[in-house]
């Protein structure tokens, strides 16, 4: 038997490797763009960034050091010049494909972090497999921008597995439904009509405010915003702002809200303060044709017929007073049952004896106006 050379035993101590076969090797040399291993075998194997991850951003320093052990996939035996091809990325697509079929089958809960924020809806990875959650999919309200997703860790199921094709499907708006549902079903099992809680505006309309009670929407309508009277809701709130409100009503799953607190209604102690015959300061707040209307705090107002405003003839209130104008004049009539109040200037200048004449002689004017419905029929024209 014939003596073997060195080269013959040396190579015969190596392992023979193919092409597919997964192996095990040790880091002898990391660069940014590619690891060097040496995989047991005459030529070490190369490792570029392409075959270790889809992320294009990695630096292979911070990922690996000499010494470090892992496993890869020979690509290719022989490049042409002698050096082993490896791949790390698609040992890990295989052993995620197999990671995302468990999930699926088990209805499993996953999360990532969103890598891509695309025209129709997101992406994020896996294992190294790309999952793609279309826009439909992301939440359960629609969202024209998902930019705000880019980066954020969000959880999802899987709704759609097909290796062959390489299409992976996630769905969260199925969990975002059901947290929703159930956080809904806490809320409304912890309130009560009559309540104060603590909300976030959510969204404002020409009609209300949207506030997110922790679980549920809440309308804050415009009529409840203030005692006093709200131009536009936009000119009040704005998304984003906390406030705590009253829970005036519970019809389903509908909650009506108020920022009407009793504490604060003006017409609490109104019958002292402006009771007949108290004279009054109060900012002319608009006008029509038979009077103006007199703020005398926010949320009290008070009629001031035309036919008071001057011991002489005024033809409409627009001839002698403009909005804003401050105004001192009597009360002539308190009805707290209806909250209305009518003023007079006129009865200021009224001899003592013959004022309560003149306040008779003119009331059948001043009480034939029904302000709520003036004020109703000023809403419909605004």
């Known amino acids: ?72 996939k020979i690509l290719k035996v022989n490049d042409g010049e002698g050096q082993v091809l490896l791949t790390y990325k698609r040992l890990a697509a295989d052993r995620g494909n197999k990671r995302i079929e468990e999930a699926f089958n088990n209805k499993e809960v996953l999360k990532a972090t969103v890598t891509q924020v695309l025209d129709g809806g997101l992406s994020v990875t896996v294992d190294e497999v790309r999952i793609f959650i279309p826009a439909s999919l992301v939440s359960d309200t629609y969202e024209k921008d998902l930019s705000k997703y880019a980066g954020q860790e969000i959880e999802f199921v899987i709704s759609e597995y097909n290796p062959k094709r390489r299409r992976y499907i996630g769905d969260r708006r199925q969990l975002v439904a059901a947290k929703k549902a159930e956080l809904q079903k806490e809320l409304f099992a912890k309130i009560a009509e009559g309540d104060v809680v603590e909300g976030t505006v959510k969204n404002v309309t020409d009609f209300g405010a949207f506030i997110d009670l922790g679980g549920a929407d809440g309308l804050l309508h415009i009529s409840e915003m203030s005692w006093g009277r709200v131009e536009h809701p936009k000119k009040v709130f704005k998304v984003g702002d906390t406030l705590n409100v009253l829970i005036k009503e519970i019809s389903g799953n509908k909650i009506a809200l108020s920022l009407k607190f009793d504490d604060a209604n003006p017409w609490k102690d109104a019958e002292s303060k402006y009771a007949v015959g108290n004279v009054v300061t109060g900012k002319v707040a608009r006008m029509t044709d038979f009077g103006a209307f007199i703020e005398l705090e926010s949320g009290v107002d008070a009629l001031l017929h035309v036919s008071q405003i001057s011991k002489e003839h005024v033809e409409k209130p627009a001839d002698v007073l403009t909005v804003g104008e401050e105004v001192t004049a009597k009360v002539v009539d308190f009805n707290e049952a209806d909250k209305k109040i009518s003023l007079s200037i006129k009865a200021m200048f009224a001899p003592e004896p ?23 029929a000023e809403s419909e024209e605004e």
């Open 1 to 72: 038997m014939s003596e073997l050379t060195f080269e013959q035993m040396l190579e015969g101590s190596l392992k023979t490797i193919h092409a597919g076969e997964v192996v095990e090797g040790t880091v002898i040399d990391v660069k940014p763009e590619e690891i060097i291993l040496n995989i047991g075998y005459k030529s070490d194997g190369i490792l570029t960034k392409n075959e270790y991850t889809n992320d294009s951003g990695v630096d292979l320093t911070t990922v690996a050091k000499v010494g470090d052990t892992m496993e890869v």
């Open 354 to 376: 013959a004022q309560e004449e003149v306040v008779e002689e003119e009331d059948a004017d001043v009480v034939s106006v029904d302000i709520d419905a003036v004020i109703a």
